[in-house]
T-cell receptor, first 116, second 111 residues
Framework: NAGVTQTPKFQVLKTGQSMTLQCAQD?????MSWYRQDPGMGLRLIHY???????DQGEVPNGYNVSRSTTEDFPLRLLSAAPSQTSVYFC???????????????FGSGTRLTVV | SQQGEEDPQALSIQEGENATMNCSYK?????LQWYRQNSGRGLVHLIL?????REKHSGRLRVTLDTSKKSSSLLITASRAADTASYFC???????????FGKGTHLIIQP
């Protein structure tokens, strides 16, 4: 099925560990982004990419790295996990590379991360 | 933060009634979008309204936009139990930094 695939769905990390959240889309979307969702905070943008080889920071980038070597994949790396990074992470893609989401964004089903 | 706000935060109505949710945003926009999120799932795009539009319909959904007041509303008519979900508005400012989301309205449809 066409869409955005995120793995893993659940993850528990110890403080200081690193890990990579995977995101892949098969819709040939130029624009990809990562959000985190916290209770009472809505969704906040972590990093985004307007195409392969191009990434930039969003509202809350500290503690996270991204890369975009292909159009399909946009992994999010946690460098040294902290309890404050406990959250639900969503990857989203959009056909329009402008980021305005002219045809809407397609979201993955999320990764629920707990840092202890 | 440039987050907008949804109002109300929670809404409980009877099946068959209409549900209205409001959204305010802070900066000029290219478009405004509404998303639905069922519990434990990802967000699903419902409808998009451009800054030069005032009203848009899609099935049982009606969206209005008032750029002078920086506000939008989402009306769901003839609500169904399956409409129970959280609803988010998201504004696109025209830059590459994507969507700015509100905190959401949790809608409960009582059978």
């Amino acid at each position: 099925n066409a869409g955005v695939t995120q793995t893993p769905k659940f993850q528990v990390l110890k403080t200081g560990q690193s890990m990579t959240l995977q995101c892949a889309q098969d819709m040939n979307h130029e624009y990809m982004s990562w959000y985190r969702q916290d209770p009472g905070m809505g969704l906040r943008l972590i990093h985004y990419s307007v195409g392969a080889g191009i990434t930039d920071q969003g509202e809350v980038p500290n503690g996270y790295n991204v890369s975009r070597s292909t159009t399909e994949d946009f992994p999010l790396r946690l460098l040294s996990a902290a309890p404050s990074q406990t959250s639900v992470y969503f990857c989203a893609s959009s056909y329009s590379s402008s980021g305005t989401g002219t045809y809407g964004y397609t979201f993955g089903s999320g990764t629920r991360l707990t840092v202890v | 933060s440039q987050q907008g706000e949804e109002d109300p935060q929670a809404l409980s109505i009877q099946e068959g009634e209409n549900a209205t949710m409001n959204c305010s945003y802070k900066t000029s926009i290219n478009n405004l979008q509404w998303y639905r999120q069922n519990s434990g799932r990802g967000l699903v795009h419902l409808i998009l309204i451009r800054s030069n539009e005032r009203e848009k319909h899609s099935g049982r959904l009606r969206v209005t936009l008032d750029t002078s007041k920086k506000s939008s509303s989402l009306l769901i008519t003839a609500s169904r139990a399956a409409d129970t979900a959280s609803y988010f508005c998201a504004s696109a400012g025209g830059g590459a930094d994507g969507l700015t989301f509100g905190k959401g309205t949790h809608l409960i449809i009582q059978p």
